[in-house]
C-alpha cells in the first residue's frame, strides 16, 4: 500500500502530455465558449429532444 502504483503514474503523465500538445486547443476554445461551434455537445442533444416531446 506504501508503494507508487505505476498506473496511476502513467494516467498522470498522459493527462499532463495532453495539456501540453496543442492538437486539442481548437477542441478547448469551443468548449469554454470561443468560436463558433463545430459539433454538437450532449447538452444540445438532450435540449433537441426535449423540445421534440
Known sequence: MT???PFEQ???LREI???NDHSNLARRM???G???KTR???ADVLNR???QS
Open 34 to 36: 470561443y468560436g463558433p
Open 17 to 19: 502530455d495532453e495539456g
Open 3 to 5: 508503494q507508487d502504483d
Open 40 to 42: 454538437s455537445s450532449a
Open 10 to 12: 502513467s494516467e498522470i
Open 49 to 51: 429532444l426535449k423540445a
Open 30 to 32: 469551443e468548449e469554454a
